[in-house]
């Protein structure tokens, strides 16, 4: 059975999330299509691809990833269909590929599928749903686009080292309000070398050990660990850590090794 998955910014509360899962039905009624998220924040491509980049691993083989983030008519912007270990993505060609792959795709067309006029302010419900259903169905790249060699740059900010610390920064907040960093598992492990540490954020807050999972502390005690996206967190255990602590995003963290 097909699967095409969503990852936009539509939101909740208006037409569009409706309008784009009816448009795929009229082309193809028997796919299943699967919400990763409608709640990125308008236009925020950085956000999409972290949910993204640590999701779409998950599902089969196969499977077509439509991205719906910053898809309104621009003349200077290509719509693209990618693949990538197997997978299928179509979206905008606005930095998003290279947010999610850290590389160039496997293999890239620029979408040359007719606009329909109706649809030219909302290409998500036209081009892009047309080019995911192709795919979806079996259908190759090479059908519905032009070969390309490269996609947009855009980069994650990376953290730094200086002596015995890494700096960091908040790079999302999830739906629990747990702080998720930049810092990666291997990163931290590469520069640590078993050494103890101190995690010090806003407010003069410290953590000094990493915990497996959220219920090691006691209720409303904050803690630390790496989770399902292998990026630190810093969390409290059932409450805010955002709102608690005052983290928000592009904040810096400093992990001090001793």
């Not at 693949?83 to 979408?111: Q, R, W």
């Not at 192709?134 to 059908?143: D, I, M, R, S, V």
């Not at 630190?232 to 963290?253: F, P, Q, T």
């Amino acid at each position: 059975m097909p699967i095409i998955t969503l990852t936009t910014d539509l939101g909740d509360k208006d037409i569009y999330q409706a309008a784009l899962k009816g448009s795929i039905l009229c082309l193809l009624p028997n796919v299943t299509i699967i919400d990763i998220t409608h709640s990125v924040a308008a236009f925020n491509v950085q956000q999409a691809g972290f949910v993204l980049k640590n999701s779409y691993h998950y599902f089969p083989k196969g499977t077509v990833h439509l991205i719906g983030i910053d898809t309104v008519y621009n003349t200077h912007t290509r719509y693209l269909a990618v693949s990538y270990k197997g997978h299928y993505f179509v979206g905008a060609d606005n930095g998003i590929f290279c947010l999610m792959f850290g590389t160039e795709p496997d293999e890239i067309v620029e979408l040359n599928i007719m606009q329909d006029l109706k649809f030219l302010h909302f290409p998500l419900a036209d081009i892009f749903v047309k080019a995911a259903c192709h795919l979806a169905q079996g259908g190759k790249l090479t059908e519905i686009g032009i070969p390309v060699s490269g996609t947009e740059k855009k980069m994650n900010l990376q953290p730094a080292v200086e002596r015995n610390l890494i700096k960091g920064v908040v790079i999302y907040i999830d739906s629990f309000q747990n702080v998720i960093t930049n810092i990666t598992k291997d990163f931290f492990n590469k520069v640590q070398h078993g050494r103890r540490f101190v995690l010090y954020f806003k407010r003069n807050e410290t953590i000094t050990s990493l915990s497996w999972h959220y219920n090691e502390v006691p209720e409303g005690e904050k803690l630390c660990l790496f989770g399902i996206s292998d990026h630190l967190e810093i969390a409290i255990n059932k409450g805010n850590a955002s709102g608690l602590l005052g983290l928000n995003l592009g904040d810096s963290v400093i992990i001090d090794f001793q």
